[in-house]
């Protein structure tokens, strides 16, 4: 359920990582609110199964599975929902995550001990691969769906940032960057497109446990780790983020009448944690 109707019957829209949980529930949202609905993810099943939820609850949408970081791929995904639907009014860039490959051990330099994963072992190719998938997949999608936008005279870009752009996390230093990335990213298009009418801006989620961060946050008898005690201590609102809580942004963001004038910003969505010093 959304916690307030827009009509967005007018919008098509490419969701990126469209089949995870997170931008799943985008996705539901958007088309609960009217819109037309490309799923796009690696995961060709995982994009079906979500295509059919959406229309089996009375949705519009279609399954069209690309490997975000493969320009073609993704002017093949744009093909599809364009001959379903039409032109791509919003994109929702959410594909993105992290690599075990570039998380350390210790959080502090003097931690390390004997068999630890310490910033010196990090992989090269994991970094490549994490600023690939969080920021290249950003700009390829961007050249892909936003020349049509510019090209009309009016679109929307939502891109996924992460409260890691404001406070780097100890541990994730490649997710961390990327993120940064994404914020910076989201800054430059929203200034490089206000000209042709298209909005840029992103959202920030706090914490939130998924299936990406189980491990960080979770023991294997699903106690909470160190990292979770300090993660809560930190949210002065003291829980983990829900899914539902990001909806709301998401559907303002999605709203010209609502949010027309609003671009290049990053909008975090996390029970306070940026705004708490800690004392």
């Given at each position: ?17 469209g089949?995870g ?20 993810d690696?995961?060709?099943e ?17 399954s ?20 379903t639907?039409g032109?791509?009014?919003?994109l ?10 570039c ?59 992460s ?5 780097p ?6 997710y961390?960057?990327a ?14 497109f ?34 979770t005690a ?39 969505v ?10």
């Amino acid at each position: 359920m959304v916690p307030f109707n827009v009509d967005l019957s007018k919008e098509v829209v490419a969701v990126t990582g469209g089949a995870g949980i997170l931008m799943g529930a985008f996705a539901k949202a958007l088309a609960e609110c009217g819109a037309s609905v490309g799923i796009i993810d690696l995961n060709a099943e995982a994009c079906d199964k979500m295509t059919a939820e959406i229309t089996a609850a009375g949705g519009k949408a279609v399954s069209a599975p690309a490997n975000c970081l493969d320009k073609n791929a993704i002017l093949g995904a744009k093909e599809k929902i364009e001959k379903t639907f039409g032109n791509v009014t919003m994109l929702i860039n959410g594909a993105g995550g992290n690599s075990p490959k570039c998380t350390t051990d210790n959080e502090f330099y003097n931690e390390a001990k004997e068999g630890m994963k310490t910033f010196f072992d990090l992989d090269e190719n994991g970094f490549k691969f994490v600023f690939d998938l969080n920021i290249l997949s950003a700009v390829l999608c961007c050249q892909v769906f936003a020349k049509d936008m510019a090209e009309a005279g009016k679109g929307n870009i939502i891109n996924i940032s992460s409260m890691n752009a404001y406070r780097p996390l100890t541990k994730i230093p490649a997710y961390s960057s990327a993120k940064a990335g994404v914020s910076n990213l989201t800054q430059w298009l929203a200034v490089h497109f206000a000209s042709a009418g298209v909005r840029v801006n992103a959202i920030a989620p706090g914490f939130f446990s998924t299936k990406q961060n189980a491990k960080l946050l979770w023991n294997d008898d699903g106690t909470p780790t160190a990292r979770t005690a300090k993660i809560l201590g930190h949210t002065p609102m003291g829980r983990f983020g829900e899914t539902e809580d990001l909806i709301g942004t998401l559907l303002w963001l999605a709203d010209d009448n609502a949010s027309g004038f609003v671009t290049g910003i990053i909008v975090p969505v996390d029970g306070g944690f940026s705004a708490y010093s800690g004392v």
